[in-house]
């Protein structure tokens, strides 16, 4: 009986080892190949095709990793707040008149991420669902949120642990480091101007088109800009809090 008692418990133990090695390491290496592919599959189009005119189109889905959501919800479930889709009124805070983004739907690609500071390159998918964008590798664009550019706010979430946890290190990012982003119109160029470690995941006024806490009303902004957010879950390892980083285009 003893016998039988400690078989079992070595079993349960192994497969507890093989379940954590399956979603710390193998699923982040599938994600970033997956998404290292897509990067180099997105610029290799960009260099041989012009640039096509269009509208940007919202989104849905939600994750662990955003904001406006429960922790862990099991469906989809749309972001609060009003929406910063591009427009034609002057820019601002740094922005420059853009072409039309080209017609995207969820969970296709059509932005490529880059931030020098922490080594990342990744791609950025329309949606925050788990499923279609997050575990994948990529990063999501909040749906009803500015196209990169555009004056509002591109708000972004991606997984700070497994699925290729593209954003593991953005705690590491300081006032003034560069972001990028580019996408079949141009490259966009953010400078990072403000950090708020930890906040509610219910904190909607951080993806708003002037983004400012609403639990934490002293982060923030004041007024309209061209804005790029960061949105991701804090501690590590769970989604009890989320951490945020705003940049303002600089070119």
Not at 14 to 22: E, K, P, Q, R, T
Not at 220 to 248: D, H, M, N, Q
Request: net charge positive; with cysteine; aromatic share 8%.
């Amino acid at each position: 009986m003893l016998w039988f008692a400690a078989e079992t418990v070595v079993t349960c133990g192994v497969l507890i080892l093989l379940l954590v090695v399956h979603q710390l390491w193998w699923t982040n290496q599938q994600a970033r190949a997956e998404a290292g592919e897509r990067v180099a599959v997105l610029e290799r189009e960009w260099d041989i095709s012009p640039p096509e005119a269009g509208g940007s189109s919202g989104a849905s889905g939600a994750s662990g990793d955003a904001v406006g959501t429960s922790p862990a919800p099991e469906e989809p479930a749309p972001v609060g707040g009003s929406s910063a889709s591009p427009s034609a009124r002057p820019s601002s805070g740094g922005a420059k008149p853009s072409p039309a983004p080209a017609r995207t739907s969820s969970g296709e690609t059509f932005a490529v991420l880059r931030i020098p500071r922490i080594g990342l390159t990744v791609p950025v998918a329309q949606g925050i669902s788990k499923s279609k964008v997050l575990d994948k590798g990529y990063v999501g664009h909040y749906p009803g949120t500015a196209a990169p550019g555009r004056v509002g706010n591109v708000a972004l979430a991606g997984h700070r642990n497994t699925h290729g946890e593209p954003f593991r290190y953005v705690n590491r990012l300081r006032k003034g480091d560069e972001i990028t982003l580019r996408t079949r119109e141009g490259t966009y160029t953010y400078r990072v101007d403000q950090i708020l470690p930890v906040t509610s995941p219910r904190d909607t006024g951080v993806i708003q088109p002037v983004p400012r806490s609403i639990v934490k009303p002293s982060y923030g902004y004041s007024k309209a800009g061209s804005y790029l957010t960061l949105t991701t879950c804090t501690p590590e390892f769970t989604s009890r809090y989320r951490l945020i980083v705003w940049a303002t285009l600089r070119r």
